[in-house]
């Protein structure tokens, strides 16, 4: 296996991976080419103590030492000044591996330390202004320090698959913030505050023990993609729903009005023509859509993740009917792709929007407070 060698970037990395190494010595290496040397992957071996030698490559931008069984970080590292990315997955770290000067590497931009043994996250994390991207999934925590704030450039918060039971309002604070992971925890609950979030793009919340979301939530308009499955709020909601579709004379009556169906009172029971009588007309202007008694929306729960599509309700003309590429007076329940449905619909059909005038309006708002 060719160790050290060129990427398409032009990067001098030196990969050292897999080769059941207990401890790394790079004397042998040639001063021109430890100074070249930007990349260097230590995965899958034998390694219980940071490796000093690693120190003597001063050019390193990216360090990949996951999947050994290292529980401290001696104070040398803090010599790889140049160091942009460190990645120490599946591990023995804890807040207290770290030196205390750690939080001077000013350059890191990216730290990934998922599946390793942190109980909360080290002060130190919370001194680099620089970071963009946070990873500690998998780990044991229990909260998020309200400190989290003081980190303005971070994009992507990743602290899925820990014990955290909530959010500190502080985390609003991170303005830059696009993707929010914090699934598989214990939170019940998502502080209003997240709303100024508004660059965030993905936020994903599934297997919580949520059973609201408050309405600021809806304000979060750049939203792409929001997951809830397996949270209270979402399981009751599928659970008690009632899929009650339009009856036959609500559809019949819908066909004849939006259709123009000539027809004469004489032609029809008293009852069923008065029930006619009663349609109101779509408000959307570029509906031609009439309904009864229903008036509801139609609303599709998706997992983002890509689990399931099931369409919960009928898409009917309703006072509440604004999209403005009109709507189908008739009812559908087909599903459809991701791309097939606007962003403003994905956002709510997750958040299961308030329902006015309408046989569902109960299930739907147990989502809101």
């Known amino acids: 296996m060719e160790v050290l060698h060129t990427n398409n970037e032009g990067n001098q990395v030196l990969n050292l991976s897999r080769l059941h190494l207990f401890e790394l010595n790079l004397d042998q290496i040639e001063d021109g080419q430890r100074n070249r040397v930007q990349r260097l992957y230590l995965t899958y071996n034998s390694i219980a103590f940071f490796p000093s030698s690693v120190c003597l490559l001063p050019n390193l931008e990216y360090l990949d030492i996951s999947n050994n069984a290292i529980s401290v970080l001696s104070d040398d590292i803090t010599r790889l000044t140049n160091l942009k990315t460190f990645v120490a997955k599946n591990n023995n770290l804890d807040e207290t591996s770290f030196p205390k000067f750690f939080g001077s590497m000013q350059n890191l931009q990216t730290l990934n330390f998922s599946g390793n043994r942190f109980r909360e996250i080290p002060v130190q994390f919370l001194k680099l202004s620089r970071l963009q991207s946070l990873s500690l999934g998998g780990n044991r ?39 929010l992971v914090l699934c598989d925890n214990c939170i019940q609950s998502v502080p209003p505050q997240l709303s100024r979030l508004h660059s965030l793009l993905s936020l994903s919340l599934h297997n919580n023990l949520l ?156 989502l809101l407070t």
């Open 141 to 179: 925590l229990k909260g998020i320090p309200a400190e989290i704030e003081h980190l303005t450039r971070l994009e992507m918060l990743y602290l899925g698959g820990n014990m955290i039971s909530s959010i500190p309002p502080e985390l609003a604070n991170l303005g830059q913030l696009r993707c």
């Open 211 to 366: 059973k609201f979301l408050p309405r600021e939530i809806l304000s979060l308009v750049h939203l792409q993609e929001l997951s809830l499955r397996g949270n209270p709020l979402v399981v009751r909601f599928v659970k008690d729903m009632t899929y009650n579709p339009p009856s036959l004379l609500e559809l019949a009556g819908r066909t004849i009005k939006s259709r123009n169906v000539l027809y004469l009172p004489s032609d029809l029971p008293a009852s069923l023509s008065h029930y006619l009588d009663t349609a109101s007309k779509c408000p959307n202007p570029k509906c031609a859509g009439v309904y009864f008694d229903s008036c509801v929306r139609h609303i599709k729960f998706v997992d983002f993740c890509g689990k399931f599509r099931l369409p919960l309700m009928d898409y009917l003309c309703s006072p509440e009917c604004t999209s403005p590429c009109g709507c189908n007076p008739q009812s559908h329940g087909e599903s459809e792709g991701e791309g097939d449905v606007p962003a403003t619909r994905l956002q709510r059909v997750l958040l299961g929007s308030p329902l006015s005038c309408n046989r569902f309006g109960e299930a739907g708002l147990g």
